[in-house]
């Protein structure tokens, strides 16, 4: 079970790496990856965060 968990949490951080080396490359718009980026590793209020995507979206 433990060896399950660690490929999964590895392939989790090389997913969400690729993706925000790819933004920055392309300097494409993602404000869902944006959005999850805030409120992971910035701290930031979940429910502020959605709601402010949610006006970008609309």
Request: charged share 35%; with cysteine; aromatic share 12%.
């Amino acid at each position: 079970m433990q060896s399950v968990f660690c490929f999964s949490w590895i392939e989790t951080r090389f997913i969400r790496k690729h993706l925000l080396m790819e933004k920055l490359e392309k300097k494409s718009k993602t404000p869902i990856i944006n959005a999850v980026y805030l409120i992971l590793y910035k701290n930031k209020d979940p429910k502020k965060v959605f709601e402010k995507l949610t006006e970008k979206l609309d």
